[in-house]
């Protein structure tokens, strides 16, 4: 899937917001480009990855992960901040008979600080329509082909809510310690649209 992200109306209203913010003497573009660079310096797919290998490994961080996102993930030193307005995180957890796959059909809402800059794909406008009204579809265009009896539920984040998904631990990994679970897990099983 491919996206136009940069000629999108959202990022065009941005681009006219910071203008008209920075003609009227209220934003420093310098300073917004440091409090930028030091946020995404932070944000990185190895952060959700941490998170997820916890959660397989310790029952009791995986019950408050999945009750309050947002109480469990200082635990391991993380957070969902850095953003102008207080953001709840949702983690979904994949199971034998659902799985979990996240959109933002409004724009490109997304766990940034979890997952790092969203991939190209998820803002394109075909896949945050066609996931919607055909996930089972869209999935397998990524590789993801689930049974038919397997239940799909997508879910729309947007500026308040954020989603992550809790993937099936991969069989066979049982004995593996949380830093080597952490690296079978990717970016694209943390949104839903593959297994892991």
């Known amino acids: 899937m491919s996206d136009d992200h940069d000629d999108s109306p959202i990022a065009a209203r941005v681009r006219e917001l910071e203008a008209l913010l920075e003609e009227k003497g209220l934003l420093d573009p310098r300073e917004l480009d440091q409090v930028l660079e030091a946020f995404t310096a932070n944000a990185k797919p190895a952060n959700g990855f941490r998170v997820v290998a916890r959660a397989w490994t310790d029952p009791g961080f995986r019950a408050?992960?999945?009750?309050?996102?947002?109480?469990?993930?200082?635990?391991?030193?993380?957070?969902?901040?850095?953003?102008?307005?207080?953001?709840?995180?949702?983690?979904?957890?994949?199971?034998?008979?659902?799985?979990?796959?996240?959109?933002?059909?409004?724009?490109?809402?997304?766990?940034?600080?979890?997952?790092?800059?969203s991939p190209t794909w998820y803002k394109s406008p075909a896949y945050r329509s066609r996931v919607v009204s055909h996930p089972r579809e869209v999935l397998a265009q990524f590789g993801l082909v689930l049974p038919e009896e397997t239940r799909i539920e997508v879910w729309d984040a947007n500026a308040e809510s954020r989603y992550m998904v809790l993937p099936r631990r991969p069989e066979g990994t049982d004995g593996l310690p949380e830093d080597e679970l952490a690296g079978v897990v990717t970016r694209n099983g943390l949104i839903g649209t593959a297994a892991v």
């Open 64 to 117: 408050r992960l999945l009750q309050d996102a947002n109480a469990a993930l200082p635990e391991l030193g993380l957070s969902m901040g850095g953003g102008l307005q207080p953001q709840v995180l949702h983690v979904v957890e994949n199971t034998a008979d659902v799985h979990n796959v996240v959109v933002c059909t409004l724009c490109s809402c997304y766990p940034l600080s979890l997952l790092g800059p």
